[in-house]
């Protein structure tokens, strides 16, 4: 019973040095989580449309290229591309579109996503005879992202 008596607890300013650093190390790793939970949901797309170019061939069509750049912080896809609020048809293989269509090459923008600081170019071409266009007027593209956002570029014909 006396080695019960004599045996000593440990000094309570040891116990409040091991307390305050358990609780030093438990607030750093909770900080730690919550901004990698908060940067998930803080990130964002946000492509520009940093330069055009739109020639004419000899038959009446145009082919606009759009040099697309994603400065957000989440990858960005493009999913339509749109001309005077008409859906342009997706066809890779068109060097130029045929009469009164639209088309782009969007089946290699959708194989590729923008990550943030990427740029690439988007071709949409604009066929003879369609709808009212000629030489000088302004069309309207439109590019709508996975992200549910538009980006939209007016741009005169040649």
Not at 71 to 87: C, D, K, M, R
Not at 88 to 117: N, R
Not at 130 to 136: A, E, I, R, V
Request: charged share 15%; aromatic share 8%.
């Amino acid at each position: 019973m006396t080695f019960m008596r004599e045996r000593k607890a440990i000094s309570p300013v040891i116990a409040t040095v091991i307390l305050v650093a358990v609780a030093i190390t438990v607030a750093v790793g909770v900080s730690y989580w919550m901004s990698g939970i908060s940067s998930q949901y803080t990130q964002f797309e946000n492509i520009e449309i940093r330069s055009w170019e739109c020639t004419s061939d000899a038959f009446g069509n145009w082919a606009v290229v759009l040099t697309l750049k994603n400065s957000g912080t989440a990858t960005a896809t493009i999913t339509g591309i749109y001309v005077n609020e008409n859906e342009a048809t997706p066809d890779s293989a068109a060097p130029v579109a045929a009469v009164d269509t639209i088309t782009t090459d969007l089946t290699t923008v959708t194989a590729w996503s923008l990550t943030p600081g990427d740029n690439n170019d988007l071709t949409v071409w604009i066929g003879l005879d369609y709808g009212t266009l000629s030489s000088g007027t302004t069309v309207n593209l439109r590019a709508h992202s996975a992200g549910g956002m538009d980006y939209i570029k007016l741009v005169k014909l040649p």
